[in-house]
């Protein structure tokens, strides 16, 4: 049976790529992408082959013909970004309201699509397709590039006879978190034993309910503090939802993520033997 695993966390630094990372060596037969569009870094650990690079286009920028310019100010007078000064307009600080070329006079304003990003589609161990996005710094729109990156993975999804569809999502609870989760079969929430690891789990529990997902926890670093670990069990107990597994601290992550490597190819750390019991649970 085909499925779509999504990988989130409520805060960023609970091992959610790691384990994805990890989870993407474990699965045979399987599409895989890095939905983390503003930060992505699972390429560091998988090592692909890029095959081809995708200019993503997420909005429109403003621009103004010199030609037909008279220099009257309106648009920067009225700019409330502060993107125009001296009739240039600065890229990075213009929203792409498209407001100074509805109150030009001259009709000087151009609004023309700008690449605000990439993503890549690649190839690792050989045969399994991975993609990732980057997003140019001081670019919005991040929800649409991972909706772009998510079409084009889901086609080689369907079209080869995959069975898993391995989403490493974004941290939050923003717009990206929310296209990740479209077409979700099952949503995976990585947490930490903290004050603010449980703080963020319960906001993103609230989201998942909206969209009537599957949501399974796993507790990473459980024994860093065991009393906040049984809290987060007695919240998830209370929400009726599914602890999947408790992964303990392990100094081999560490190694295995200064050498650029998935905690997978060190079998015998305690961090690979639990993570690999959470994968086969995972497939019933």
Same mark, same amino acid.
């Given at each position: 049976?085909?499925?779509?695993?999504?990988?989130?966390?409520?805060?960023?630094?609970?091992?959610?790529?790691?384990?994805?990372?990890?989870?993407?060596?474990?699965?045979?037969?399987?599409?895989?992408?890095?939905?983390?569009?503003?930060?992505?870094?699972?390429?560091?650990?998988?090592?692909?082959?890029?095959?081809?690079?995708?200019?993503?286009?997420?909005?429109?920028?403003?621009?103004?013909?010199?030609?037909?310019?008279?220099?009257?100010?309106?648009?920067?007078? $009225?700019?409330?970004?502060?993107?125009?000064?001296?009739?240039?307009?600065?890229?990075?600080?213009? /929203?792409?309201?498209?407001?100074?070329?509805?109150?030009?006079?001259q009709n000087a304003?151009?609004?023309?699509?700008?690449?605000?990003?990439? &993503? $890549?589609?690649?190839?690792?161990?050989?045969?399994? !397709?991975?993609?990732?996005?980057?997003?140019?710094?001081? /670019?919005?729109?991040?929800?649409?590039?991972?909706?772009? #990156?998510?079409?084009?993975?889901?086609?080689?999804?369907?079209? !080869?006879?995959?069975?898993?569809?391995?989403?490493?999502?974004?941290?939050?609870?923003?717009?990206?978190?929310?296209?990740?989760?479209?077409?979700?079969?099952?949503?995976?929430?990585?947490?930490?034993?903290?004050?603010?690891?449980?703080?963020?789990?319960?906001?993103?529990?609230?989201?998942?309910?909206?969209? !009537?997902?599957?949501?399974?926890?796993?507790?990473?670093?459980?024994?860093i503090n065991e009393?906040?670990?049984?809290?987060? /069990?007695? &919240?998830?107990?209370? /929400?009726?939802?599914?602890?999947?597994?408790?992964?303990?601290?392990?100094?081999?992550?560490i190694r295995s993520?200064?050498?650029?490597?998935?905690?997978?190819?060190?079998?015998?750390?305690?961090?690979?033997?639990?993570?690999?019991?959470?994968?086969?649970? #995972?497939?019933?």
């Open positions: 049976m085909k499925k779509q695993l999504v990988i989130l966390s409520g805060k960023g630094g609970t091992g959610k790529t790691t384990i994805a990372a990890a989870f993407s060596k474990l699965a045979q037969n399987s599409v895989i992408a890095d939905c983390d569009v503003d930060a992505a870094d699972l390429f560091i650990l998988l090592k692909p082959e890029i095959i081809n690079e995708v200019k993503f286009y997420g909005g429109k920028k403003a621009s103004i013909n010199k030609d037909i310019c008279t220099q009257c100010g309106i648009c920067e007078s $009225f700019c409330r970004f502060e993107a125009i000064k001296n009739f240039k307009v600065d890229e990075l600080l213009c /929203e792409g309201c498209g407001f100074c070329q509805k109150i030009c006079p304003i151009d609004f023309q699509p700008v690449i605000s990003g990439s &993503y $890549f589609n690649c190839k690792v161990d050989t045969s399994k !397709n991975f993609l990732f996005a980057r997003l140019m710094p001081g /670019e919005g729109n991040s929800g649409k590039l991972v909706t772009a #990156l998510k079409r084009n993975a889901s086609e080689y999804f369907f079209q !080869n006879g995959n069975e898993w569809f391995i989403v490493d999502g974004p941290p939050g609870i923003g717009c990206p978190v929310n296209a990740s989760i479209t077409g979700a079969d099952l949503i995976l929430l990585i947490t930490e034993p903290t004050l603010s690891g449980l703080h963020d789990l319960e906001r993103i529990i609230k989201l998942i309910k909206l969209f !009537n997902i599957s949501v399974r926890v796993v507790v990473n670093k459980f024994d009393e906040m670990t049984s809290k987060i /069990e007695d &919240y998830l107990k209370a /929400e009726k939802i599914e602890l999947t597994g408790k992964i303990p601290f392990d100094e081999t992550v993520l200064q050498q650029e490597k998935s905690i997978i190819e060190f079998p015998a750390s305690k961090a690979s033997i639990e993570i690999s019991t959470i994968w086969n649970s #995972l497939q019933n």
